[in-house]
């Protein structure tokens, strides 16, 4: 599978961005789409996920400030994200998980300016 994500960009605090994701290629049973952050010196970590369920996790730093969606016709997955704060800065990555694997996305720049 593929993605591309996109959206990404310089915000001041308080702004608001919206990623999108598409997936494209051989998409068979999807566990769940998501994305993740990493900043400068820091491990990836999750940001949110959606699962083939609809079931959906948030990172406790981002919960009611930032949302995920879905659509299931185009393959898509979006991140619409609030209030921004410059911890919010970090490349953000979209992935999909398979059951025991998942494949991720190039990345795109989030940077929040104080």
């Known amino acids: 599978v593929q993605l591309q994500a996109s959206g990404g960009g310089l915000v001041q605090a308080g702004g608001s961005l919206r990623l999108s994701c598409a997936a494209s290629?051989?998409?068979?049973?999807?566990?769940?789409m998501g994305w993740y952050r990493q900043a400068p010196g820091k491990q990836r970590e999750v940001v949110a996920i959606?699962?083939?369920?609809?079931?959906?996790t948030y990172a406790d730093s981002v919960k009611g400030r930032f949302a995920i969606s879905r659509d299931n016709a185009k393959v898509m997955v979006y991140l619409q994200m609030n209030s921004l704060k410059a911890e919010d800065t970090a490349v953000y990555y979209c992935?999909?998980?398979?059951?025991?694997?998942?494949?991720w996305g190039q990345g795109t720049q989030v940077t929040v300016s104080s």
């Open positions: 959606i699962t083939r369920s609809g079931s959906i």
């Open positions: 290629g051989s998409i068979v049973s999807l566990n769940f």
């Open positions: 992935s999909v998980g398979y059951s025991e694997t998942q494949d």
